[in-house]
């Protein structure tokens, strides 16, 4: 099952996450990315986790 989503429906809402998330990290997000470093997609995907896990806890 290569690169195939568990839930499909939840593509859009992360999209929308990561450039959220992106934004607020001044990360110049787009249909392209190609042009950003390793550290700059790195640090948003990080940013993404560490916010999913803190709201996760909040939850328990």
Same mark, same amino acid.
Do not use: D, H, I, W
């Given at each position: 099952?290569?690169?195939? !989503?568990?839930?499909? +429906?939840s593509?859009?809402?992360? &999209?929308k996450?990561?450039? +959220?998330? &992106? !934004?607020?990290?001044?990360?110049?997000?787009s249909d $392209?990315? =190609?042009?950003?470093? !390793?550290?700059q997609? =790195? !640090?948003?995907g990080?940013e993404m986790?560490?916010?999913?896990? +803190?709201? $996760? +806890?909040k939850?328990?």
């Open positions: 099952m290569p690169n195939q !989503s568990l839930v499909p +429906e593509k859009q809402g992360l &999209a996450f990561k450039n +959220e998330v &992106a !934004s607020t990290m001044n990360v110049p997000f $392209y990315n =190609g042009n950003l470093t !390793s550290k997609c =790195g !640090s948003v990080g986790v560490k916010r999913m896990v +803190e709201q $996760y +806890e939850g328990l």
